[in-house]
């Protein structure tokens, strides 16, 4: 019989395994031998059963691995075409699920809780079973162990931390039978812990809650697959410290080394090998853990190897998995879990008047319905589809008016810091009164230039909530807290009594169109006390991070019975009217109508940069011939005029910005399009908006179409691309474009300038040539 690689298992914990590991292979009409090969046949008691699975790009289950210390099972699950085409009677799964349904089968396994889901849902075999990272949580301070921490605490001191972890990192067939059996090893001789624990079932789940959670199970792993398992950092120097010790200062925010147990850094290619144990603003500070000392002028390259640890938000996820799994919480005992996933009625019945508060005074008819809703307590879901320049925030601004006047606790979040930002600055030229909690991690060194001014003293930093935080002080009698999706899963939240002072009673969420719907289930479980939910978003724009990789991710906005109840927000006053228009007729279903003060068609060029390549950064891109051409811009036309910078990569972001400060341009006008996704440009503040780094999407950005790029322009908009780029369009971008190979605009914009510009003689529909934007060589004024 075959046996696991001695050499990996060698690797993984050195003299742990004192015999050859044997490996069994199945195919599905084999399993009916799986209990006994376990040897589930014998004794009374429950035996601990390593499991491990793989799933293919579309998330169904390839093959699974069930592993004793003496032995590992693989067994191949896909169906051959034959038998997935003949009618059978007895189901192909019948062995896996009589197997697991056995009382002495105990699964142990780390992220045990979706491995079940997934094994119920697409198996159809219902288990017990033990996660075992929340088993042994007692292991770190804060978070859950790595398998390999738990490894080195259960099996062997000698276990390498780092080689266990990345066992979970690929899918190979050895690494999946090794994930099995060293789960196995440790559930083996963690006994007592077993017994006394809290086990996860899948049979008390009623069908329609299998399939609501494995679909969201399935997503998570196919995410969890795409994370890289090593970045490029880069950086303006590294000190030499005492005691071995680096202190390395980050240049970006995205590409910073953050402190980690689970991570390595490999400095000049593996010269040198540290872990960053300590992480203030730009610095992370570095413990050498080997290879030979490097000069601080030697180290040309960081480099982030493994992942780090799960996120709060990801945490309380998979603890409230656990909760539905181990009958403590019940999915559709929440309201708003109901109303999503289980309605009982097949539309939403809208409210259709318009109240008459002096808070609403100001707001056009579909704003004012849309406030109105809001404020209306017998109408629990409010979502409201609301494209760029519509006044989204307006109107949330009028209902927190509303609901500060009489005194009524509100949550306000988005899905991105920025986004929160923007709600903030937007809500306080009001008069509103609000607490907004911000992540140290993001604000301090990093961002603190984004609440410069009279959101500054809003602020509440999340050190704060470890030293003794009095709610009553510190909120005083703001009724309104602003903070991120992620902020709001922070642990500490509740200990130090923020929802005891301001109750979950009321939320409103900001970008919905752009958060993986799933990720508010665990928050609608938590908060019973909550009674009204209201949602912005436009599903014509940035879908939720990760949607080519996990296509059945679903938004607010792809639930039909929510969506044909949706309000839609039908004036914007952003852009100029031919461009308003054009979005309005080629997204909007021309239900979109344009109040601005710029009536002509001459609003929009596109500038063809011969020169310019692509060039990969990291899992961001730039391209230099472009960057160079909107700096002639700048330098030439527009360094005396109020402007700013958009691009879809923030490696060209930070490409753009560099060569502004090197030549003395004002620099802090440069965004990605995350990052200016909310910003308000209005005619007296930023009348000039390029959009730089061609039009594509980018790698993560497949399906974002042209409109959200262009619809925060006010008044004019340039559009520096390769010339290939004249080929394609960009309404919507393809899936699995290249990046290399960008998108234009729209043809039938082109097309409407073609005639117009044969009549007037100007350019050949609307491209201008780099050389027309200044310097003799076109790149470099």
């Given at each position: 019989?075959?046996?696991l690689?001695?050499?990996?298992?060698?690797?993984?914990?050195?003299?742990?395994?004192?015999?050859?590991?044997?490996?069994?292979?199945?195919?599905?009409?084999?399993?009916?031998?799986?209990?006994?090969?376990?040897?589930?046949?014998?004794?009374?008691?429950?035996?601990?059963?390593?499991?491990?699975?793989?799933l293919?790009?579309?998330?169904?289950?390839?093959?699974?691995?069930?592993?004793?210390?003496?032995?590992?099972?693989?067994?191949?699950?896909?169906?051959?075409?034959?038998?997935s085409g003949?009618?059978?009677?007895?189901?192909?799964?019948?062995?896996?699920?009589?197997?697991?349904?056995?009382?002495?089968?105990?699964?142990?396994?780390?992220?045990?809780?979706?491995i079940?889901l997934?094994?119920?849902?697409?198996?159809?075999?219902?288990?017990?079973?033990?996660?075992?990272?929340?088993?042994?949580?007692?292991?770190?301070?804060?978070?859950?162990?790595?398998?390999?921490?738990?490894?080195?605490?259960?099996?062997?001191?000698?276990?390498?931390?780092?080689?266990?972890?990345?066992?979970w990192?690929?899918?190979?067939?050895d690494?999946?039978?090794?994930?099995?059996?060293?789960?196995?090893?440790?559930?083996?001789?963690?006994s007592?812990?077993l017994e006394?624990?809290?086990?996860?079932?899948?049979?008390?789940l009623?069908?329609?809650?299998?399939?609501?959670?494995?679909?969201a199970a399935?997503?998570i792993?196919l995410?969890?697959a795409?994370?890289?398992t090593q970045?490029?950092?880069e950086?303006?120097?590294?000190?030499?410290?005492k005691?071995?010790?680096?202190l390395?200062?980050?240049?970006?925010?995205?590409?910073?080394?953050?402190?980690?147990?689970?991570?390595?850094?490999?400095?000049?290619?593996?010269?040198?090998?540290?872990?960053?144990?300590?992480a203030?603003?730009?610095?992370?500070?570095?413990?050498?853990?080997?290879?030979?000392?490097l000069?601080?002028?030697?180290?040309?390259?960081?480099?982030?190897?493994?992942?780090?640890?799960?996120?709060?938000?990801?945490?309380?996820?998979?603890?409230?998995?656990?909760?539905?799994?181990?009958?403590?919480?019940?999915?559709?005992?929440?309201?708003?879990?109901?109303?999503?996933?289980?309605?009982?009625?097949?539309?939403?019945k809208?409210?259709?008047?318009q109240?008459?508060?002096?808070?609403f005074?100001?707001?056009?008819?579909?704003?004012?319905?849309?406030?109105?809703?809001?404020?209306?307590?017998?109408?629990?879901?409010?979502?409201t589809?609301?494209?760029?320049?519509?006044?989204?925030?307006?109107?949330?601004?009028?209902?927190?008016?509303?609901?500060?006047?009489?005194?009524?606790?509100?949550?306000?979040?988005?899905?991105?810091?920025?986004?929160?930002?923007?709600?903030?600055?937007?809500?306080?030229?009001?008069?509103?009164?609000?607490k907004?909690?911000?992540?140290?991690?993001?604000?301090?060194?990093?961002?603190?230039?984004?609440?410069?001014?009279?959101?500054?003293d809003?602020?509440?930093?999340?050190?704060?909530?470890?030293?003794?935080?009095?709610?009553?002080?510190?909120?005083?009698?703001?009724?309104?807290i602003?903070?991120?999706?992620?902020?709001?899963?922070?642990?500490?939240?509740?200990?130090?009594?923020?929802?005891?002072?301001?109750p979950?009673?009321?939320?409103?969420?900001?970008?919905?169109?752009?958060?993986?719907?799933?990720?508010?289930?665990?928050?609608?479980?938590?908060?019973?006390e909550l009674?009204?939910?209201?949602?912005?978003?436009?599903?014509?724009?940035?879908?939720?991070?990760?949607?080519?990789?996990?296509?059945?991710?679903?938004t607010?906005?792809?639930?039909?019975h929510i969506?044909?109840?949706a309000y839609?927000?039908?004036?914007?006053y952003?852009?100029?009217?031919?461009?308003?228009d054009?979005i309005?007729?080629?997204?909007?279903?021309?239900?979109?109508?344009?109040?601005?003060?710029?009536?002509?068609?001459?609003?929009?060029?596109?500038?063809?940069?011969?020169?310019?390549?692509e060039?990969?950064?990291?899992?961001s891109?730039?391209?230099?011939?472009?960057?160079?051409?909107?700096?002639?811009?700048?330098?030439?036309?527009?360094?005396?005029?109020?402007?700013?910078?958009?691009?879809?990569?923030?490696?060209?972001?930070?490409?753009?910005?560099?060569?502004?400060?090197?030549?003395?341009?004002?620099?802090?006008?440069?965004?990605?399009v995350?990052?200016?996704?909310?910003?308000?440009?209005?005619?007296?503040?930023?009348?000039?908006?390029?959009?730089?780094?061609?039009?594509?999407?980018?790698p993560?950005?497949?399906r974002?179409?042209?409109?959200?790029?262009?619809?925060?322009?006010?008044?004019?908009?340039?559009?520096?691309?390769?010339?290939?780029?004249?080929?394609r369009?960009?309404?919507?971008?393809?899936?699995?474009?290249?990046?290399?190979?960008?998108?234009?605009?729209?043809?039938?914009?082109?097309q409407?300038?073609?005639?117009r510009?044969?009549?007037?003689?100007?350019?050949?529909?609307?491209?201008?040539?780099?050389?027309s934007?200044?310097?003799c060589?076109?790149?470099?004024?």
């Amino acid at each position: 019989m075959p046996a696991l690689d001695p050499h990996r298992l060698a690797q993984v914990i050195p003299g742990f395994a004192e015999a050859d590991i044997p490996h069994k292979r199945l195919s599905l009409d084999q399993c009916s031998r799986l209990g006994t090969l376990l040897g589930l046949g014998r004794g009374t008691e429950a035996q601990a059963i390593g499991v491990s699975l793989r799933l293919s790009e579309k998330g169904a289950i390839t093959s699974v691995a069930f592993a004793t210390e003496a032995l590992v099972v693989q067994i191949n699950t896909q169906l051959s075409k034959s038998s997935s085409g003949s009618a059978r009677t007895v189901s192909p799964y019948k062995g896996i699920a009589d197997t697991l349904s056995n009382s002495r089968c105990l699964l142990v396994g780390v992220g045990m809780q979706r491995i079940a889901l997934l094994l119920r849902h697409q198996l159809q075999a219902n288990c017990m079973a033990v996660d075992l990272s929340m088993l042994f949580s007692n292991l770190v301070e804060r978070g859950l162990p790595s398998p390999g921490e738990i490894a080195q605490e259960v099996l062997s001191s000698r276990a390498r931390v780092f080689k266990i972890n990345a066992l979970w990192h690929y899918q190979t067939n050895d690494d999946l039978c090794l994930r099995a059996w060293l789960t196995a090893c440790i559930g083996s001789r963690s006994s007592e812990r077993l017994e006394a624990s809290a086990k996860l079932r899948t049979e008390h789940l009623r069908v329609a809650h299998i399939e609501c959670l494995a679909v969201a199970a399935m997503n998570i792993e196919l995410l969890e697959a795409k994370k890289p398992t090593q970045s490029e950092n880069e950086f303006t120097r590294v000190d030499i410290l005492k005691g071995r010790k680096l202190l390395l200062h980050n240049a970006r925010f995205q590409s910073r080394v953050r402190k980690s147990r689970q991570t390595i850094i490999q400095i000049n290619g593996g010269a040198m090998e540290a872990r960053a144990f300590e992480a203030k603003g730009r610095r992370t500070e570095l413990q050498i853990i080997g290879g030979r000392a490097l000069a601080s002028a030697d180290i040309v390259d960081v480099r982030v190897l493994g992942r780090e640890e799960a996120t709060s938000s990801e945490l309380a996820r998979d603890g409230y998995f656990s909760d539905l799994l181990e009958e403590v919480a019940v999915l559709d005992g929440s309201t708003f879990n109901r109303l999503l996933w289980f309605p009982n009625r097949k539309n939403f019945k809208r409210n259709r008047r318009q109240a008459t508060d002096r808070q609403f005074d100001a707001l056009n008819a579909s704003q004012r319905i849309v406030a109105s809703a809001m404020i209306d307590e017998k109408e629990q879901l409010v979502i409201t589809h609301g494209p760029p320049g519509t006044g989204k925030t307006t109107t949330i601004a009028a209902a927190l008016d509303y609901w500060q006047v009489n005194k009524k606790p509100v949550w306000v979040i988005a899905q991105s810091n920025v986004g929160v930002k923007n709600i903030a600055r937007s809500i306080i030229k009001r008069g509103i009164k609000f607490k907004l909690l911000v992540s140290k991690e993001f604000h301090f060194e990093w961002h603190e230039h984004l609440y410069k001014g009279s959101v500054e003293d809003t602020i509440i930093r999340s050190e704060r909530f470890f030293t003794d935080f009095d709610p009553v002080h510190e909120i005083g009698d703001a009724q309104i807290i602003l903070c991120t999706l992620a902020m709001l899963s922070n642990p500490q939240l509740a200990p130090i009594g923020m929802f005891a002072h301001r109750p979950m009673e009321r939320l409103v969420v900001d970008e919905a169109s752009q958060i993986d719907v799933s990720e508010f289930m665990h928050l609608f479980g938590r908060f019973e006390e909550l009674r009204k939910v209201c949602m912005f978003g436009d599903p014509k724009q940035l879908p939720p991070f990760g949607k080519e990789h996990a296509p059945k991710m679903q938004t607010i906005f792809d639930f039909p019975h929510i969506r044909k109840g949706a309000y839609f927000l039908d004036t914007q006053y952003r852009m100029p009217v031919p461009l308003g228009d054009f979005i309005s007729q080629e997204v909007y279903k021309s239900l979109l109508k344009s109040v601005h003060d710029v009536q002509g068609r001459d609003c929009m060029k596109v500038i063809d940069v011969r020169k310019g390549v692509e060039e990969q950064l990291g899992t961001s891109w730039k391209n230099m011939e472009e960057a160079h051409t909107v700096v002639n811009l700048v330098k030439h036309y527009y360094r005396k005029l109020k402007f700013c910078i958009i691009t879809p990569y923030d490696a060209q972001r930070a490409t753009i910005t560099n060569l502004l400060k090197g030549a003395n341009l004002p620099s802090d006008v440069v965004y990605n399009v995350d990052s200016f996704q909310g910003t308000q440009v209005s005619a007296c503040d930023v009348p000039l908006v390029f959009v730089a780094d061609n039009m594509s999407s980018g790698p993560n950005r497949t399906r974002s179409p042209v409109c959200h790029r262009i619809g925060r322009a006010d008044h004019h908009a340039s559009f520096p691309e390769p010339p290939e780029s004249r080929q394609r369009h960009a309404h919507p971008v393809p899936a699995g474009h290249d990046p290399r190979h960008p998108a234009s605009v729209h043809p039938r914009w082109r097309q409407t300038h073609v005639a117009r510009e044969a009549r007037e003689g100007v350019g050949r529909s609307g491209w201008y040539c780099w050389r027309s934007v200044g310097g003799c060589d076109g790149s470099r004024g």
